[in-house]
């Protein structure tokens, strides 16, 4: 829960986060799903989502309210993602290029929707087309993309958790569904 | 009819608006492409989304409650600090005083011993011999002293006439 407090003076709001156990409940599954996408380690990104709110909750009375509660915990969530690629390097692309595991994971919900299987294996071979063409883009052509495709955040959002203009993010974005498209297959 | 480019096709997919992009809404072909790049990113999103969701977090949010259980002992710590560091504020001057004390009361001690040892230093002659330094340097008070000072010579004494030194 986020209770925002108004200082009479000044009407400036002063927003706190009261409630740290709510909000770990509300944004632990988005938190979790963006750095593991990220970095495809399941042990590694519930460590990385612990240790995100963690400091989140050390840091919680240095934030001012001047962004959503879901805006800084995902800058956190950035940093630390970024964090743990750049100590990493080496293993993190090993990991990253190494697809079989985690398609096989990730196709796992194709099975229980109705489908023929003619359309499972398409879909599936797009869905790991799309993880390899990713594992490919840059550091800050995948967060965009992952932020703006899995997570839903709008461009002006995604520049906000990451310290970049609009048309930064703009740029990126484009870039990154161009290496995508032509990963997947453009038909032209 | 002229087709959108691929950088066209990609930027509508992206979201970003690129002119002459209103052509996808004439054009099929177009539009066939960009369902086709969309429905793949759709999947995408489900194959993640369902990959996460279907993760038991439960061990590792009962890690954070105890972890962030743990962190505010940290205030607790802070105030044994602070408290360690008003002991010592207050107690070292004490230490200190005391200390002063006993050194002032130890040079004391060596001042009286250091004047002891003058004493005996500048002895004339060793401690068993004083009663005899006393009765040597003491003015002579014999008959024929007297009837000496009373005829007008002076005292004299053993030491005055080359004695002991």
């Known amino acids: 829960m986020i209770a925002i407090q108004m200082d009479s003076p000044d009407t400036r709001p002063k927003t706190e986060i009261s409630d740290f156990d709510a909000v770990v409940r509300q944004h632990w599954p988005r938190i979790f799903r963006f750095v593991l996408a990220s970095i495809r380690d399941r042990d590694a990104a519930e460590t990385l989502t612990q240790d995100c709110f963690l400091r989140a909750y050390q840091a919680r009375h240095q934030f001012r309210g001047d962004a959503s509660v879901r805006t800084w915990l995902m800058q956190i969530a950035i940093n630390l993602v970024r964090d743990f690629a750049r100590s990493r390097r080496i293993r993190f692309w090993q990991r ?3 697809m079989a595991v985690d398609c096989a994971s990730l196709n796992d919900g194709l099975a229980g929707r109705g489908t023929s299987p003619e359309a499972q294996a398409v879909a599936k071979e797009q869905i790991e087309a799309v993880w390899r063409a990713t594992g490919n883009l840059s550091e800050r052509q995948r967060t965009v993309f992952l932020l703006r495709f899995v997570e839903d955040m709008d461009l002006i959002e995604i520049a906000n958790v990451m310290g970049v203009t609009e048309g930064a993010v703009k740029v990126h974005l484009f870039r990154a569904v ?8 453009g038909m032209r | 009819m002229k087709h959108l480019s691929p950088e066209q096709i990609s930027s509508v997919v992206a979201g970003i608006r690129m002119p002459g992009d209103d ?3 004439d054009c099929a ?3 066939l492409e960009v369902e086709r790049v969309q429905n793949a990113l759709t999947l995408f999103r489900g194959s993640i989304r369902d990959w996460s969701d279907k993760l038991d977090h439960s061990e590792f949010h009962e890690a954070v409650a105890s972890r962030k259980a743990r962190s505010p002992h940290r205030a607790p710590m ?3 600090l602070a408290t360690a560091a008003l002991a010592a504020a207050v107690a070292i001057p004490i230490y200190q005083d005391s200390k002063n004390q006993e050194v002032k009361a130890q040079a004391l001690r060596d001042a009286e011993l250091l004047n002891d040892v003058n004493a005996q230093l500048s002895r004339r002659g060793p401690l068993a ?5 006393q009765l040597m340097t003491a003015p002579i008070s014999s008959p024929a ?3 000496s000072k009373a005829h007008g010579s002076e005292t004299t004494t053993i030491q005055d006439r080359g004695g002991i030194r």
Do not use: F, N, Q, S
């Not at chain 1, 161009?178 to 297959?185: A, F, K, L, N, P």
């Not at chain 2, 011999?129 to 330094?133: A, G, K």
């Open chain 1, 96 to 98: 990253v290029k190494e």
């Open chain 2, 145 to 147: 002293a007297e009837a």
């Open chain 1, 178 to 185: 161009h290496t995508v498209r032509e990963r997947i297959g």
């Open chain 2, 23 to 25: 052509h996808i809404r």
């Open chain 2, 129 to 133: 011999m004083d009663p005899l330094m």
């Open chain 2, 78 to 80: 802070a105030w044994v």
């Open chain 2, 29 to 31: 072909e177009c539009a």
